[in-house]
């Protein structure tokens, strides 16, 4: 991964990304997409929101969680934690699997 890591922002959310050179890849936060599309008061809610539905997601044979992988990504609290993280095709699809009025508008 490179230095051209950067914060997206989505209705001034922020959303953790790093870019993989060697893929030519975004890689996203998967608990900070689900954090704006779920509207969770905490950042723990959108980590039990994630949870939650990925172990529904493995229960139902759904490949999605296949397509999640770990990177160290750096938390409000200055340290760096592993973190979920799906690339933009990955991204997509696991918003097309929760229900809310801005997906739309967050693909785009």
Request: with cysteine; charged share 30%.
């Amino acid at each position: 991964m490179s230095d051209n890591n950067k914060l997206k922002v989505f209705e001034s959310k922020q959303i953790r990304t790093e870019w993989s050179e060697q893929e030519q890849n975004w890689y996203f936060s998967i608990v900070d997409v689900v954090d704006i599309l779920t509207d969770q008061p905490t950042h723990d809610g959108a980590r039990k929101y994630w949870s939650v539905l990925k172990t529904r997601l493995k229960k139902e044979g759904n490949e999605l969680t296949t397509v999640c992988s770990q990177l160290k990504m750096q938390s409000a609290d200055g340290k760096f934690y592993n973190t979920d993280v799906a690339n933009t095709k990955g991204i997509l699809r696991i918003i097309q699997s929760i229900p809310s009025p801005k997906a739309e508008p967050f693909k785009m």
